[in-house]
């Protein structure tokens, strides 16, 4: 752009106020000296900092050095009119959000303009409380515009593995973890609460392995009954139990080269822990009802939501077993304790729903992003996806607000505010907000938790146990 002789153009203008105290910058493109002078200074006293451009060309140079939050520009100008100028213009200042000012403004031009990637339009003559309120919603477009890019380019600048985003320290340890086991055929454990990701890890470990041409068989161990689950691992012969009308061949050898993954493996019953053992000892198993031993070249990472030492000592989980599936053992810590993760999760989630659903869903309110950021997320990431998608579709305007998440009762007690929840909330809730909020705070001693909270330390154990909780003193 060293061609461009009138480099003097972007000094003029009114931007001779402190910029720093400024609600924003403005750029005000218009050919007529009158019109443009008159809205830079209306501008001006309602304290944006405005620099003004004759022309398209001075435009294009004050766009690419003075990066303005907003562009006014007009539509009819001699040398490059306003349309030209925001389709040359937008790669310069990517987050600029551009406005229209026409005095022939038919719904055609507005179109266009729109199309190109302008916000809105203003017609002439201007009127003063029109343009402050496009100007701050423009401005509000454009923050968020570049709050979303520094959060992608935070998500691309850190080590990342597949889709797994975090960059909270516990998570980049994790990813590292498991790229490192990932080349092996170390069997592993994943161990974390619902919703933190537990098979996007798995999927991650197979991924960043050599078998990773090979296929990735996922089988959810609680889902089944005892002499399903047997069949579904490892085959049957025809007749081996009523219904087996054929032989089968089972998940151990669809997985053959590649991983198979065991969900919820604390659910697995003893009967089928001995023959897992087997397999991962020997390397060999038989079919249910044959006796031909096959062999299976086949790396197990396994799942679990529970404490699985805790099974162990209640006599539920075969201790040796337990030993086998965790030679290597990954935890993932719960979205709660990984707080500044959210923002970078949720806008992830917005972009990715408001592209399924084609909805032009720019970011999220100040007040939304901090709701967000207290509420307690026990069902963890999932839970944040839901809440996002289900906020994406339902959200009115460009812009999540507060009202388009889910009211729950857990949501606002950083606030103080739990009070403000009675009458409308259940006792169940209340003890689970009472119980995970002193754990939380006394890092997870159920010990400690049941002396603040007057009850019995079994009685916190057993409802931990049910909700899955995770506390990383328990284990
Ligand atoms: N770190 C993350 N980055 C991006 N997406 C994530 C992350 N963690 C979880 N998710 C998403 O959240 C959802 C739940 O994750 P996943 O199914 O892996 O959880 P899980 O631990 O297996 O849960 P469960 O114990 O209930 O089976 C998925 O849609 C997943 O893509
Ligand atoms: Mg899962």
């Known amino acids: 752009m060293t061609s461009v002789t009138t480099a003097t153009d972007l000094t003029k203008g009114t931007a001779s106020r402190s910029a720093e105290a400024r609600k924003g910058r403005i750029l005000v493109v218009d050919d007529e000296a009158n019109a443009r002078n008159a809205l830079a200074e209306l501008l001006d006293d309602a304290g944006y900092s405005v620099s003004t451009a004759a022309d398209g060309r001075t435009a294009l140079l004050q766009l690419e050095q003075a990066d303005p939050d907003v562009v006014l520009t007009d539509l009819k100008m001699p040398s490059m009119d306003g349309l030209t100028l925001i389709k040359t213009g937008r790669p310069l200042s990517p987050h600029a959000t551009f406005i229209v000012m026409t005095a022939f403004a038919t719904i055609d031009t507005a179109v266009q303009a729109i199309k190109l990637g302008a916000e809105s339009y203003l017609t002439k003559p201007l009127e003063l409380d029109a343009v402050i309120a496009i100007v701050d919603r423009a401005l509000e477009r454009t923050r968020l515009s570049r709050e979303a890019a520094e ?18 320290p516990s998570m980049q340890r994790l990813m590292k973890n498991v790229a490192q086991v990932a080349g092996s055929r170390a069997t592993v454990l994943i161990h974390g609460e619902t919703g933190t990701g537990k098979e996007l890890i798995a999927a991650a470990i197979h991924q960043n392995s050599k078998r990773k041409d090979r296929p990735f068989i996922r089988l959810n161990c609680a889902s089944l009954s005892e002499t399903l689950l047997e069949s579904e691992l490892f085959g049957h012969e025809r007749g081996s139990f009523t219904g087996a009308m054929s032989r089968r061949e089972g998940r151990f050898k669809q997985a053959d080269g590649g991983t198979l993954f065991l969900d919820e493996v604390s659910e697995i019953p003893p009967s089928v822990q001995i023959k897992l053992l087997r397999f991962l000892q020997e390397r060999e198993f038989e079919r ?9 070249d086949v790396r197990v990472v396994a799942a679990t939501n529970r404490h699985l030492k805790q099974r162990v000592d209640e006599g539920r989980f075969r201790e040796d077993l337990y030993y086998r599936l965790k030679v290597v053992q990954l935890d993932v810590p719960p979205l ?7 923002p970078l999760l949720a806008h992830a989630f917005l972009r990715k729903y408001a592209e399924e659903n084609d909805r032009q869903v720019q970011g999220l ?16 990431v999932r839970e944040l996806e839901n809440a996002i998608e289900r906020a994406v579709v339902m959200c009115q305007g460009d812009l999540i607000r507060r009202d388009d998440m889910p009211t729950s009762a857990h949501g606002d007690l950083q606030n103080g505010s739990v009070m403000a929840l009675i009458p409308g909330i259940t006792m169940a809730e209340l003890e689970r907000i009472a119980i995970l909020r002193t754990l939380d705070a006394v890092d997870g001693s159920t010990a400690r938790a049941a002396e603040i909270l007057g009850i019995s330390q079994r009685k916190i154990q057993y409802r931990v146990k049910e909700w899955g909780y995770q506390a990383p003193t328990l284990d």
């Open 336 to 342: 709660r304790v990984r707080r500044s993760d959210i």
């Open 288 to 296: 249910v009802g044959g006796n031909e031993t096959l062999k299976v």
């Open 151 to 168: 959060l992608r380019a935070r998500v691309d600048d850190r080590f990342q593995l597949g889709n797994i985003i975090g960059e909270h």
């Open 365 to 380: 309110s100040d007040e939304a992003l901090q709701h967000l950021m207290i509420y307690p997320w026990p069902g963890n």
